[in-house]
C-alpha cells in the first residue's frame, strides 16, 4: 500500500465504512468542555478519511489534529490534503512498535481513531497498549474500525496455494488479518482493551455489503491494498490482479443488471475509554 494517489481515488469501500461508523458513534466521543480537543488517527493512508469524516466532527477551536501512517508517502499524500490546515501534523508512526512511542505523541492526545489499519497489525496487543500510551494520562477514547474477515483475505488464501503464486506470498499469514478465524471475537477483543487498561468498553461486529458501481473501482481497489505486487515483474502484476479478482467473483460474488459486484465484510467497531488509575476499579 504504498501508492497514495491510487488508494485515494479508489478506497470507496473505506470511505463508506467510515462514514456509516460514525453517524454512530461520534455522539459517543467524549468531547472537551474548552473544546481544546487533540486527536490522532492511526493509518491515515490518503489522509481523505480523515479530512472528511473526522475533521468535520471536531470543535471549532480543537488544539491538534495528527494523520499518521505507517508509509511516508501516504503521510506526504496527506499533507496536501490538508495544506490549508495549520493545527494538522503529520507522522511516519507504527502503531505495533515494541519501542517507546515519540516523547512527543506519547500522552498528548484526547482521542485516537483508526479506520481500516489495523488488520495489518499481527502483534494486537502491543497495538492496543501503543494506544493506550498515545492518550492523556487523566482521560481520552479511541474508536477503532477494521475487517476481521473478508472475500480478499480468503481470496489470497486460495492464491497462495497455487504452483503459479505460491513463491509470490509465502507470508500470506501476515496479511489476512489476526482474526481471521478468531471465534468469540467481540469477548476476546474486549478482554485484550481491558488488559491494556482501557474501560467503558464497546466491541461490535458489523457485518456489510458494498455494491461496487463498476468491475473497474474494484480492481483499482485490490490493485492499492495489494501486498504482493511489489514482488512481480508489471506482466506478473497484470496477470496476478485478474487471478485475484476471478477468485473473488468465484468465491462470492454476485453480479447485478449493470453489471454490479458485492463484497460481504465483517468489520470490528471498538470503543473504549482510558480512566484515570485511581478510578479503574469503580469503573470496570
Not at 479508489?10 to 461508523?21: F, S, W
Not at 496536501?80 to 498528548?108: H, N, S
Not at 474486549?190 to 482501557?198: D, I
Not at 458501481?213 to 505486487?229: G, Q, R, S
Request: contains cysteine; hydrophobic residues 35%.
Amino acid at each position: 500500500m504504498n501508492r497514495p494517489a491510487l488508494y485515494h481515488r479508489a478506497n470507496v469501500v473505506q470511505r463508506h465504512d467510515a462514514e456509516g461508523v460514525l453517524k454512530k458513534y461520534s455522539n459517543i466521543l467524549e468531547w472537551r468542555l474548552d473544546g481544546q480537543d487533540s486527536l490522532i488517527d492511526i493509518g491515515s493512508g490518503s489522509g481523505d478519511v480523515l479530512k472528511d469524516f473526522i475533521y468535520p466532527l471536531m470543535p471549532r477551536n480543537f488544539a491538534k489534529l495528527v494523520c499518521s501512517d505507517i508509509c511516508s508517502n501516504m503521510c506526504n499524500y496527506a499533507r496536501q490534503i490538508f495544506k490549508a490546515e495549520p493545527r494538522c501534523d503529520f507522522r511516519v508512526l507504527d502503531i505495533a512498535t515494541e519501542e517507546k512511542l515519540p516523547y512527543d505523541l506519547k500522552g498528548q492526545f484526547d482521542h485516537v481513531t483508526s479506520f481500516y489499519c489495523l488488520h495489518w497489525v499481527q502483534n494486537q496487543r502491543q497495538a492496543l497498549e501503543n494506544i493506550y500510551q498515545l492518550l492523556r494520562p487523566e482521560n481520552g477514547d479511541c474508536l477503532l474500525v477494521f475487517p476481521t474477515n473478508n472475500t480478499t483475505f480468503e481470496a489470497y488464501l486460495l492464491l497462495s496455494k497455487s504452483p503459479k503464486w505460491s513463491s509470490c506470498m509465502t507470508d500470506v499469514e501476515r496479511f489476512i488479518g489476526p482474526f481471521c478465524r478468531t471465534k468469540n471475537l467481540q469477548d476476546i477483543f474486549a478482554t485484550m482493551l481491558r488488559e491494556a487498561g482501557f474501560t467503558h468498553i464497546e466491541v461490535e461486529l458489523r457485518h456489510d455489503t458494498y455494491d461496487y458501481k463498476t468491475v473497474n473501482i474494484l480492481k483499482d481497489n485490490m490493485e492499492a491494498v495489494c501486498p504482493f505486487l511489489g514482488r512481480m515483474i508489471p506482466d506478473e502484476r497484470t496477470e496476478f490482479l485478474q487471478d485475484l479478482f476471478t477468485t473473488m467473483v468465484d468465491l462470492n460474488l454476485k453480479h447485478n443488471i449493470q453489471p454490479q459486484i458485492s463484497i460481504t465484510s465483517t468489520l470490528i467497531v471498538a470503543y473504549a475509554r482510558k480512566t484515570p488509575r485511581i478510578f479503574d476499579n469503580a469503573t470496570q
